[in-house]
């Protein structure tokens, strides 16, 4: 309880981000994120009122017991909905968990909440399947998001481009960070060294296809290109 308590005195009060919060009390930032999102969701900020001054009474305020309720019988969310959401720009299932959860004090927990949403997806109907060989396609793009990158030594901060490529078939994934969007920085194959693209270094590499998102937007440099 010390360090919930002390998580939301130096972010309420002192404005701290929950990165700086994890640096300085020696937690992870999710565990950061968790109890701040377990406080909100409880309506409580800093300071906290007097009779959360007792620890359990803290607890049992951010940490409800599950409830004895049938699950049937919980509201349940409107899953047309969630369905909607997730196609939105940086929308996840655990982002939409927590506004169910705020909206509904007798909820699912997150793994129910997953559970019934694949349960309801799984009776629309589907419009088109594919079916991925193993190390046929090789899917590439660049996420769309930056992240920023502060120099150690100089402290400057930089945005960094992120790479990613996904095996079709097993959803194998490598992302790599780089400066720009630079076409050799993306895909460039080194047939002397066997490294048919960057992601050669932990075994993501397709024998067939690499599927870009448009083919003016990306280049392979191979001496053997023209198979």
């Given at each position: ?179 720009n969007r630079s076409l050799r920085q993306g895909i460039a194959v080194d047939h002397d060294s066997g490294a048919r693209v960057a992601m050669a ?27």
């Open positions: 309880m010390r360090h919930i308590r002390e998580v939301l005195r130096l972010h309420y009060s002192v404005g701290m981000s929950q990165r700086a919060l994890a640096r300085s009390l020696g937690l992870a930032q999710g565990t950061v994120s968790k109890y701040l999102n377990r406080a909100r969701r409880a309506g409580l900020t800093w300071p906290l009122p007097p009779e959360l001054d007792d620890d359990v009474q803290l607890e049992n305020r951010l940490f409800p017991p599950p409830s004895d309720r049938p699950s049937d019988e919980r509201p349940h969310p409107d899953w047309a909905l969630v369905h909607r959401e997730l196609r939105r720009r940086n929308v996840t299932l655990m982002l939409l968990w927590e506004e169910y959860c705020d909206a509904n004090s007798d909820s699912f927990n997150y793994a129910r909440f997953c559970e019934r949403y694949k349960e309801w997806t799984g009776r629309l109907k589907p419009t088109l399947r594919q079916v991925h060989v193993a190390g046929e396609k090789l899917f590439v793009d660049y996420s769309g998001h930056t992240m920023e990158v502060v120099d150690g030594l100089s402290g400057e901060a930089r945005s960094m481009q992120i790479f990613v490529a996904e095996l079709g078939a097993s959803n194998y994934i490598y992302a790599e960070a780089s400066f270094r932990c075994h993501c590499r397709a024998d067939d296809f690499m599927m870009p998102p448009s083919l003016n937007a990306w280049y392979v440099v191979s001496d053997c290109a023209a198979d």
